[in-house]
């Protein structure tokens, strides 16, 4: 299984809005509502943010949104602040029970 | 608190063996999925393997199958990772997740560097 394709960078100023979309196929990202996002700050584990594409795990800001149109999901950040400034990925968590990761987007906060 | 804390990462030479191991606590062990995720220098997040929460069923990614053994022991609340005919692409951040089949994972250990190189 392919990685998914995630934009390599995106970045924005404080108090703006980003979206990062997740790329698949009808077969995966298409087929499934299995999708996650996870925040990894440099040299820290990934933190879950969004799973089932859209739900926020408690304890996680609702300036993160996540949402699926056809082959694609997206993870929005509202209100940007500093502390948002990370590596983020999007998962497909199918049922077979493997996994596959998205290629990573660096967010940078200017 | 939901704790996991992997331990056995260092330097091999390849084609050598190396067995990490993942402890757990805080949680049911024996009722969750587990997971193993690397992260190569610079490089994304790659799957490894999963074994039920149970030990009947694992499952490997393309790159390791037959190379590497996922393994449990529940009453160790313990995680296994058994590395043999190591690699340099091996080389990474190895972690320790929980997860949900299908679903999230939930909670990720610290990680673990290998480093495999002669």
């Known amino acids: 299984q392919s990685a998914l394709t995630q934009p390599a960078s995106v970045s924005g100023s404080p108090g703006q809005s980003i979206t990062i979309s997740c790329t698949g196929t009808?077969?995966?990202?298409?087929?499934?509502?299995?999708v996650s996002w996870y925040q990894q700050h440099p040299d820290k584990a990934p933190k879950l943010i969004i799973y089932?594409?859209?739900i926020r795990p408690s304890g996680v800001s609702n300036r993160f949104s996540g949402s699926k149109s056809g082959n694609t999901a997206s993870l929005t950040i509202s209100g940007l602040q500093a502390e948002d400034e990370a590596d983020y990925y999007c998962s497909l968590d199918t049922s077979t029970s493997t996994r596959v990761f998205g290629t990573g987007t660096k967010v940078t906060v200017l | 608190q939901v704790q996991l804390m992997e331990s056995g990462g260092g330097v091999v030479r390849p084609g050598r063996s190396l067995r990490l191991s993942c402890a757990a606590s805080g949680f049911p062990f024996s009722a969750y999925a587990m997971h193993w995720v690397r992260q190569a220098p610079g490089k994304g997040l790659e799957w490894v393997a999963v074994m039920s929460y149970d030990g009947s069923d694992q499952s490997y990614a393309d790159s390791v199958g037959g190379r590497f053994t996922i393994s449990r022991d529940n009453s160790k609340n313990t995680l296994y990772l058994q590395m043999d005919s190591l690699r340099p692409a091996d080389t990474a951040v190895y972690y320790c997740?929980?997860?949900?089949?299908?679903?999230?994972?939930?909670?990720w250990g610290q990680g673990t560097l290998v480093t495999v190189s002669s």
């Open positions: 997740a929980r997860g949900y089949s299908p679903g999230p994972l939930d909670y």
């Open positions: 089932d594409v859209s």
């Open positions: 009808s077969s995966d990202i298409g087929g499934y509502n299995y």
